[in-house]
């Protein structure tokens, strides 16, 4: 099984930047692809970015691409989203997730994740 804890969240003006984390709890973290996903209210959960287990692909949705970066280090069994210029609409709870399915590239279904942290909360706001 996999526990996983986010931190880094916060409140930060348009333009701003935030780092957020997630520790994983996990023998192997090298077996599970990651990902994050955020929430906003009201809204579906959706596709952030997601790195392969190696660390070597990352995928962005079209929303923060050019803007955020998503890393992993498999001998601390973290993973990061650097997130740069942010605007109002980037205001969500953003979740970190593992896929044990090693996908190639990383997967942008929440289905393929089978777990998922308690999630952090970003507000973008003046």
């Known amino acids: 099984q996999v526990q996983l804890a986010e931190s880094g969240g916060g409140l930060v003006q348009p333009g701003g930047s935030l780092r957020l984390s997630c520790a994983a709890s996990v023998r192997i973290f090298s077996n599970y692809g990651m990902g994050w996903f955020r929430q906003a209210p009201g809204k579906e959960r959706e596709f952030v970015a997601g790195?392969?287990?190696?660390?070597?692909?990352?995928d962005y949705s079209d929303s923060v691409k050019g803007r955020f970066t998503i890393s992993r280090d498999n001998a601390k069994n973290t993973t990061s989203l650097e997130m740069n210029g942010l605007k109002p609409e980037d205001t969500a709870v953003y979740y970190c997730?593992?896929?044990?399915?090693?996908?190639?590239?990383?997967?942008?279904?929440?289905?393929?994740?089978?777990?998922w942290g308690q999630g952090t909360q970003v507000f973008v706001s003046t």
């Open positions: 790195v392969t287990w190696s660390g070597r692909f990352t």
């Open positions: 997730a593992a896929d044990s399915g090693r996908s190639y590239p990383p997967s942008r279904r929440i289905y393929d994740y089978a777990f």
